[in-house]
């Protein structure tokens, strides 16, 4: 499955664990034991029973979750409400999904750092958008790791340049 179409089944089967693609960028990218594995250069769930029963029956370019407007809105407003409230803002089951917090990728085994060498292009892309994203959240450093994503791969890898 293309990887904006992975991305879009998640939020589509499961919108209250992937509301949008950010939460379904961290579960692929930096969570660790996510069920997904690389297989022919694309992550892919081998054991939900979802996604060998259904495909989009159109093609989509970009994801869109389900009632992005709302999501944004309660967003704004859970912002708002913590910054009156500061300390005794409490995270209860009804606002847990408005307070994204990124999983810290390990360098060890999250796939932001392992990819084959065969990924295919929507997939890195994706990759780079969630790495980007990691960056500008100051949740990694992209002068403090130890290279980039391409010359990682391929120090692990052992030279063989990416195809």
């Known amino acids: 499955m293309r990887a904006e179409e992975t991305l879009q089944f998640m939020m589509d089967f499961y919108p209250e664990v992937y509301p949008t693609g950010k939460y379904c960028l961290n579960h692929l990218f930096c969570s660790i034991g996510s069920g997904y594995e690389w297989w022919k250069g694309e992550l892919v769930d081998k054991t939900c029973k979802f996604s060998k029963r259904y495909r989009l029956v159109e ?3 970009k994801v869109g979750p389900r009632n992005e407007e709302y999501y944004q809105a309660r967003l704004e407003m859970e912002k708002e409400i913590r910054k009156e409230k500061g300390d005794s803002y409490r995270i209860t089951p009804h606002n847990i ?3 994204f917090e ?3 990728p390990s360098k060890k085994y999250s796939y932001i750092y392992h990819y084959p060498k ?6 890195l892309a994706l990759l780079k958008e969630c790495e980007q994203m990691l960056i500008e959240e100051r949740i990694i450093h992209g002068d403090n790791q130890v290279e ?5 791969q391929e120090k692990q890898s052992g030279g ?3 195809v």
């Open 160 to 162: 063989i340049q990416m």
């Open 59 to 61: 093609t989509i370019e």
């Open 97 to 99: 999904i408005y307070n």
């Open 118 to 123: 065969n990924i295919k292009e929507d997939w």
């Open 102 to 104: 990124w999983s810290t």
């Open 148 to 152: 980039g994503l391409e010359e990682l």
